[in-house]
């Protein structure tokens, strides 16, 4: 079976449907399952205090914020090049958890830097980039909301999609990009010889995981929105002309 099939409405509606409450339920048991250990049951950190604790909402949100303009700009491509509805109505579905995602990290972000750097924003080359990625999110969905012909926005959106990516790679590699800042390195990478401690890092995971099936369950459910929406605008468009 191609994943091409998927681009068909009534097969990803099937699908969708199928899939949705595993994804669901799996989101709900991780989430639950990585911030009850992390905030309850991981010792507070030896410099951060319990400060630290804010890492299992701040990283997965970050994390989430920079992916999911990556898949948008995946699902925006694969329209520009093979005209698939279903691909770019999962872009925009996919824009207001992107920013709400980016709003997350911003917040978090300013709550355990106010303590840590004395300060709770510093135009930090990460913090710039994130704040500017946030902005991009804003643009896209209002450029959406601005033009009535979907396909139109679909094309304008597709390349504004494309613009904001360099902010996406730049939030997640400015540290390497640059040697100044205060943010710290990735909390888990696999090209770092060393992460978080292991009393931090298992509980971390099950909360990005969380977070990742998450946004899987809330993009299918927005994708499944929009393409009922399109096709209530199509029947209203076929009662005008009869």
Known sequence: ??????????????????????VSAAAALLILVGLIWGFFFTPDDFRQGSTVKIIYLHVPSATMAINIWVMMLVTSMIWVVRRHHVSVLAAKAAAPI????????????????????GTYWEWDPRLTAFLILFLFYLGYMALWAAIEDPDVAADLTSILCLVGSVFAVISRYAINFWNQGLHQGASLSLDQEENVSDVFWQPLVLSLVGFGFLFLTLVLLRTRTEIRARRLAALKQRERVS
């Open 1 to 22: 079976m191609s994943i091409w099939e998927y681009a068909n409405p009534a097969r990803f509606m099937r699908f969708s449907r199928t899939v949705l409450p595993w």
């Open 98 to 117: 992107g920013a709400t995602m980016t709003l997350i990290a911003l917040a978090t972000g300013a709550i355990w830097g106010q303590p840590m750097w």
